[in-house]
Protein backbone atom coordinates (compact mmCIF):
# COMPACT_ATOMS: atom_id res chain seq x y z
CA UNK A 1 0.00 0.00 0.00
CA UNK A 2 1.02 3.80 -0.39
CA UNK A 3 2.81 5.30 2.01
CA UNK A 4 3.48 8.60 3.37
CA UNK A 5 6.26 9.90 2.18
CA UNK A 6 5.73 8.01 -1.27
CA UNK A 7 4.90 9.42 -5.13
CA UNK A 8 1.67 8.68 -6.11
CA UNK A 9 2.02 6.16 -9.44
CA UNK A 10 2.27 7.01 -13.01
CA UNK A 11 -1.14 6.60 -14.55
CA UNK A 12 -3.09 8.29 -17.08
CA UNK A 13 -6.97 9.17 -16.89
CA UNK A 14 -9.76 9.65 -19.40
CA UNK A 15 -12.19 12.81 -19.20
CA UNK A 16 -15.47 12.77 -20.67
CA UNK A 17 -15.70 16.81 -21.87
CA UNK A 18 -17.83 18.57 -24.08
CA UNK A 19 -15.04 18.39 -26.64
CA UNK A 20 -15.33 14.17 -26.58
CA UNK A 21 -12.47 11.75 -24.38
CA UNK A 22 -9.63 13.48 -23.54
CA UNK A 23 -6.59 11.76 -21.67
CA UNK A 24 -4.20 13.27 -19.14
CA UNK A 25 -1.80 11.68 -17.14
CA UNK A 26 -0.99 11.58 -13.34
CA UNK A 27 1.63 13.81 -13.50
CA UNK A 28 0.13 16.85 -15.20
CA UNK A 29 -2.75 16.33 -12.73
CA UNK A 30 -1.05 16.42 -9.64
CA UNK A 31 2.82 18.07 -9.78
CA UNK A 32 2.97 21.03 -8.35
CA UNK A 33 -0.30 20.94 -6.71
CA UNK A 34 -1.88 20.60 -3.44
CA UNK A 35 -4.22 17.82 -4.03
CA UNK A 36 -7.12 15.84 -1.80
CA UNK A 37 -7.89 12.70 -3.60
CA UNK A 38 -10.02 10.22 -2.13
CA UNK A 39 -11.55 7.03 -3.21
CA UNK A 40 -14.80 5.33 -3.71
CA UNK A 41 -15.79 1.53 -4.23
CA UNK A 42 -18.04 2.80 -7.35
CA UNK A 43 -20.03 5.14 -8.24
CA UNK A 44 -23.88 5.61 -7.49
CA UNK A 45 -23.38 3.46 -4.70
CA UNK A 46 -25.27 4.07 -1.59
CA UNK A 47 -22.45 5.16 1.01
CA UNK A 48 -20.64 6.73 -2.11
CA UNK A 49 -23.74 8.98 -3.44
CA UNK A 50 -25.34 9.73 0.33
CA UNK A 51 -22.35 10.96 1.99
CA UNK A 52 -18.83 10.77 0.45
CA UNK A 53 -18.87 12.84 -2.64
CA UNK A 54 -21.91 14.93 -1.24
CA UNK A 55 -19.63 15.78 1.39
CA UNK A 56 -16.39 17.08 -1.10
CA UNK A 57 -19.86 18.53 -2.98
CA UNK A 58 -20.17 20.71 -0.07
CA UNK A 59 -17.10 21.48 1.10
CA UNK A 60 -15.17 21.80 -1.57
CA UNK A 61 -14.60 25.97 -1.10
CA UNK A 62 -13.57 25.54 2.24
CA UNK A 63 -10.75 22.84 1.26
CA UNK A 64 -9.91 25.25 -1.49
CA UNK A 65 -9.34 28.01 1.44
CA UNK A 66 -6.92 25.93 3.09
CA UNK A 67 -4.77 26.19 0.04
CA UNK A 68 -6.14 22.81 -1.79
CA UNK A 69 -5.71 22.98 -5.36
CA UNK A 70 -7.68 20.38 -6.71
CA UNK A 71 -10.01 17.83 -4.79
CA UNK A 72 -10.22 14.36 -6.94
CA UNK A 73 -12.78 11.25 -6.56
CA UNK A 74 -10.95 7.90 -8.00
CA UNK A 75 -12.90 4.82 -8.72
CA UNK A 76 -12.78 1.94 -10.79
CA UNK A 77 -15.36 2.73 -13.04
CA UNK A 78 -14.63 4.41 -16.82
CA UNK A 79 -15.06 7.95 -17.49
CA UNK A 80 -18.77 8.00 -19.09
CA UNK A 81 -20.02 6.41 -15.35
CA UNK A 82 -17.50 8.87 -13.67
CA UNK A 83 -19.10 11.24 -15.61
CA UNK A 84 -22.71 10.82 -15.43
CA UNK A 85 -22.22 10.68 -11.75
CA UNK A 86 -20.41 13.97 -11.16
CA UNK A 87 -23.79 15.61 -13.16
CA UNK A 88 -26.39 14.21 -10.83
CA UNK A 89 -24.54 15.07 -7.91
CA UNK A 90 -23.70 18.63 -9.01
CA UNK A 91 -19.74 17.84 -7.93
CA UNK A 92 -18.28 19.58 -11.43
CA UNK A 93 -15.55 21.06 -8.72
CA UNK A 94 -14.72 17.59 -8.12
CA UNK A 95 -11.65 16.06 -10.99
CA UNK A 96 -13.21 12.63 -11.15
CA UNK A 97 -10.66 10.02 -11.80
CA UNK A 98 -11.78 6.82 -13.83
CA UNK A 99 -10.06 4.21 -13.33
CA UNK A 100 -11.71 1.59 -15.84
CA UNK A 101 -9.42 -1.29 -15.63
CA UNK A 102 -8.20 -1.06 -11.61
CA UNK A 103 -4.77 -0.23 -12.57
CA UNK A 104 -4.04 3.05 -11.15
CA UNK A 105 -6.13 1.78 -7.76
CA UNK A 106 -4.04 -1.66 -7.55
CA UNK A 107 -0.53 0.41 -8.41
CA UNK A 108 -1.56 2.38 -4.99
CA UNK A 109 -2.07 -0.92 -3.57
CA UNK A 110 -6.02 0.15 -2.67
CA UNK A 111 -7.66 -2.94 -4.42
CA UNK A 112 -9.85 -4.75 -3.03
CA UNK A 113 -12.05 -7.56 -5.25
CA UNK A 114 -15.14 -7.91 -3.84
CA UNK A 115 -15.73 -10.94 -6.08
CA UNK A 116 -19.03 -11.46 -8.08
CA UNK A 117 -20.73 -8.75 -6.69
CA UNK A 118 -18.54 -6.26 -8.62
CA UNK A 119 -15.06 -7.12 -9.10
CA UNK A 120 -11.88 -5.03 -8.12
CA UNK A 121 -13.05 -1.91 -6.32
CA UNK A 122 -10.54 0.76 -4.24
CA UNK A 123 -11.00 0.92 -0.89
CA UNK A 124 -12.48 3.85 0.60
CA UNK A 125 -9.80 5.83 1.69
CA UNK A 126 -8.31 9.77 1.24
CA UNK A 127 -5.61 11.21 0.84
CA UNK A 128 -3.23 14.35 0.66
CA UNK A 129 -0.74 15.02 -1.85
CA UNK A 130 1.41 17.73 -2.66
CA UNK A 131 3.96 17.92 -5.67
CA UNK A 132 2.62 14.10 -6.29
CA UNK A 133 3.98 13.34 -3.17
CA UNK A 134 1.48 11.64 -0.25
CA UNK A 135 1.67 13.73 2.74
CA UNK A 136 -1.09 12.30 4.37
CA UNK A 137 -3.39 9.21 3.64
CA UNK A 138 -6.24 7.78 5.51
CA UNK A 139 -7.57 4.17 5.07
CA UNK A 140 -11.06 3.45 6.07
CA UNK A 141 -11.08 -0.33 7.93
CA UNK A 142 -14.13 -2.61 6.04
CA UNK A 143 -17.31 -1.20 6.00
CA UNK A 144 -16.46 1.85 7.91
CA UNK A 145 -16.18 5.56 6.64
CA UNK A 146 -15.01 7.78 9.68
CA UNK A 147 -11.69 9.10 8.31
CA UNK A 148 -12.09 9.95 4.85
CA UNK A 149 -14.84 11.97 4.92
CA UNK A 150 -14.25 15.33 3.70
CA UNK A 151 -15.00 17.04 7.12
CA UNK A 152 -12.07 15.06 8.45
CA UNK A 153 -9.90 16.11 5.94
CA UNK A 154 -10.83 19.64 6.36
CA UNK A 155 -10.08 19.27 10.03
CA UNK A 156 -6.26 17.97 9.42
CA UNK A 157 -5.68 20.77 6.96
Not at 12 to 27: C, M, N, P, V
Not at 34 to 48: D, E, H, I
Not at 105 to 133: E, H, M, P, S, Y
Amino acid sequence: MIAVGQPLPAGEFTFITAEGKQLRDSHTLFAGKKVVLFAVPGAFTPTCSNAHLPGYVVLADQLMAKGVDAICCLSVNDAFVMRAWQAAQNAEAITMLADGDGSWTQALGLAKDTGAFGGIRAQRCALIANDGVVEQLFVEAPGKFEVSDAASLLAVL
